[in-house]
């Protein structure tokens, strides 16, 4: 029997116990909505039509929609492309994932490739770390519009 492993994993845990303790301090809450695919029921036939895959733009537009439904200070929104198979265009390369956060004044997108290749698991971790990540950077200030 192998190993049970730690979760969540320590690389998600220690910016989570940060983020948890901004939201406390300022008494604001968090939603999240992950994964596009099941999500495109909500959007556009313009943008169903023209889907290929995983953006910023998407994500910011789920996030921005999901926020005030839920009350939410912050949405966050994630897709991307986990592996270990992916597709022929950037976006569509295992690792990379399009993040959003949506706040009353704006939306905050960031993009990025973890450099984990197919490794399904390790890019599923960078990418809550990564979610996270910017999130902390929204409560902080230090994100850009």
């Known amino acids: ?39 495109i029921r909500r959007l556009t036939q313009e943008t169903k039509t023209g889907y290929k895959g995983p953006t910023t733009d998407i994500v910011a537009g789920l996030a921005t929609n999901v926020r005030p439904k839920l009350g939410a200070t912050y949405c966050v929104s994630e897709s991307g492309t986990a592996g270990p198979t992916g597709g022929n265009t950037p976006n569509r390369t295992p690792g990379y994932v399009a993040l959003a956060v949506a706040t009353e004044s704006g939306t905050y997108k960031r993009e990025l490739s973890t450099g984990h290749g197919g490794d399904r698991e390790a890019n599923m971790i960078q990418f809550a770390v990564e979610g996270l990540v910017l999130l902390r950077d929204v409560i902080k200030g230090d994100a850009k519009l």
């Open 1 to 39: 029997m192998a190993a049970a492993k730690e979760f969540p994993p320590e690389k998600i845990r220690s910016i989570a116990v940060e983020v948890a303790s901004l939201l406390k301090e300022r008494k604001e809450t968090v939603s999240l909505h992950t994964g596009v695919t099941h999500c």
